[in-house]
């Protein structure tokens, strides 16, 4: 793996490389329970897989950090006769970009490597081949020509990935799949790694959730939540950045590759955590962006903020380029402010109004 001209940590290395397709996070929840649980006063998992991890019980109020361990995968639902495979898609998609890539079937039997196919562009007829093609029209290849063979192989309800590393490109900038799934979950862990080397600079208790299924919407962050019931919480995940052409920011606003953490504003954000994390970032001097939210989003701060009798809930964005791709783009620079200023966050003296 390039590592560039920025360091990458051994812990976000780890991460990102997993195949965690929504559902299948079993490979995400070795490497956290491998990085985080050691830091932890308290560390459990629930019945749907969810990592809940504990600094300093006995401190008051109760911070939530939250993100999800799961990426954009298939799951396979047919096999032809001539042992094509086909799916379905497991979270968002960039479905102009699903053609033509190669991927991984997670099977029984192993890793299975294959490629996504659809009809070539050449055979074609009149307007139609320039269409993107709906998900069932297209396939994975894996190299064998009957159903039996195939079958061998793999089989129906198997997950895939998309095959392809995380590598820096230039400077900070880095590009890989499963980013906007997994970053989240690497920023909030990798705050609680270093908070935990110093407890006494925190008095709240600090509790963390790596979530599973936020592709798909279900997101097993909510049943998570219930169960620390924290006075606080702060959901940390990725959004489309519009500095790229064509991007409409009158609608979309105005968010960069590199200008740092984005902290969201709308009537389902906490007013008081927004302030308290802008107050955090300029005391630190840290460059940050602001986003409006006008309406509740359905995994995340929607699963938190609505459990018991509502819970105070802020948002943390790391912005990214061409979500739902095999070769999400990121600032690392970012990466590392966000984990900055939740650490920050945590040592905020919450009987103190900012």
């Known amino acids: 793996m390039s590592s560039g001209t920025h360091h990458l940590p051994e812990f976000f290395t780890e991460l990102i490389q997993t195949s965690s397709a929504s559902g299948y996070e079993a490979e995400a929840f070795a490497v956290f329970d491998k990085r985080v649980k050691p830091a932890a006063d308290l560390y ?29 995968g298939f799951i396979i639902t047919h096999i032809s006769k001539d042992g094509f495979v086909y799916f379905d898609l497991l979270g ?4 102009s970009a699903i053609a033509g890539r190669s991927v991984v079937v997670h099977s029984g039997n192993g890793p299975v490597k294959g490629i996504t196919g659809k009809r070539i562009f050449q ?57 906007e799934g997994k970053l989240g979950a690497y920023v909030a862990g990798e705050a609680f790694i270093r908070l935990a080397r110093d407890r006494s600079q925190i008095t709240c208790k600090l509790a963390i959730v790596a979530a599973v299924q936020g592709q798909i919407g279900t997101g097993g962050v909510g049943p998570a939540a219930f169960s620390v019931s924290p006075e606080l919480a702060i959901a940390v995940d990725c959004r489309t950045a519009t500095d790229v052409p064509e991007s409409n920011k009158r609608k979309h606003g105005d968010i960069e590759l590199g200008g740092g953490p984005i902290l969201s504003r709308g009537p389902n954000i906490s007013g008081d955590i927004f302030r308290r994390l802008q107050y955090t970032a300029n005391g630190m001097g840290l460059p940050y962006q602001v986003e409006a939210e006008a309406r509740p989003n359905r995994g995340g701060i929607g699963s938190i903020q609505l459990i018991r009798n509502g819970i105070l809930t802020g948002r943390v964005r790391i912005p990214i380029r061409y979500s739902g791709s095999p070769s999400e783009v990121v600032d690392l620079r970012d990466v590392e402010s966000c984990v900055q200023l939740l650490v920050e966050f945590a040592k905020s003296d919450f009987d103190k109004d900012t």
């Not at 459990?44 to 006995?58: K, M, Q």
């Not at 998900?135 to 793999?154: C, E, P, Y």
Request: charged share 25%; glycine share 14%; hydrophobic share 35%.
């Open 123 to 179: 055979l074609g007829d009149g307007p139609e081949h320039k269409k993107t093609s709906e998900v069932q029209d297209m396939w994975i290849d894996i190299g064998t020509r009957s159903k039996r063979a195939t079958l061998d192989r793999v089989a129906i309800g198997d997950a895939a990935t998309y095959d392809r590393a995380f590598e820096v490109i230039h400077g900070s900038v880095g590009a890989g799949r499963g980013l």
């Open 44 to 72: 459990a998992c629930d019945a749907l897989g969810n990592r809940l991890g504990f600094l300093n019980p006995a401190g008051s109020p109760t911070v939530l950090l939250t993100g999800y361990l799961d990426e954009p």
């Open 92 to 95: 968002e998609h960039d479905r």
